[in-house]
């Protein structure tokens, strides 16, 4: 069984930065893991993924959603089971429920890595609020 732990959530004005964590105990290293989140009245959408490349090709891939392109960045925290979101300059449409998402086996492609339903395990999620 997989549990993720998100933190770092809070409020910021427009402009400013936060970094998010999540904790994956019992997540297999070279699964898909992801960052979604859900503003009020709205779908829960992908906001970046980590998913695996082809032989050939060296380190994993990412993927982003054209929204935070530029302003996000995911990463491997300092251990294996630590994923990391960091982001810049937000706006208040920034504003939502962030989750980690683990998937049970490797994501191959982007669309795979953005969908939703690849990912079988969700953390509680942590909110961002972006206000003046």
């Known amino acids: 069984q997989v549990y993720l732990a998100e933190s770092g959530g809070g409020s910021v004005q427009p402009g400013g930065s936060l970094r998010l964590s999540c904790v994956a105990t019992?997540?297999?290293?070279?699964?898909?893991i992801a960052w979604f989140r859900q503003a009020p009245g709205k779908g829960r959408e992908g906001v970046a993924a980590?998913?695996?490349?082809?032989?050939?090709?060296?380190?994993?891939?990412?993927w982003y959603a054209d929204s935070v392109k530029g302003r996000f960045a995911i990463s491997r925290g300092s251990g294996e089971s630590t994923l990391v979101l960091d982001m810049k300059n937000l706006a208040p449409e920034d504003t939502g429920i962030y989750y980690c998402?683990?998937?049970?086996?490797?994501?191959?492609?982007?669309?795979?890595?953005?969908?939703?339903?690849?990912?079988?395990?969700w953390g509680q999620g942590t909110q961002v609020t972006v206000s003046s």
């Open positions: 998402a683990a998937s049970n086996r490797p994501l191959w492609n982007p669309y795979a890595a953005r969908d939703r339903e690849e990912y079988q395990y």
């Open positions: 980590i998913y695996s490349t082809t032989i050939g090709h060296t380190g994993p891939a990412t």
């Open positions: 019992g997540y297999s290293y070279n699964n898909g």
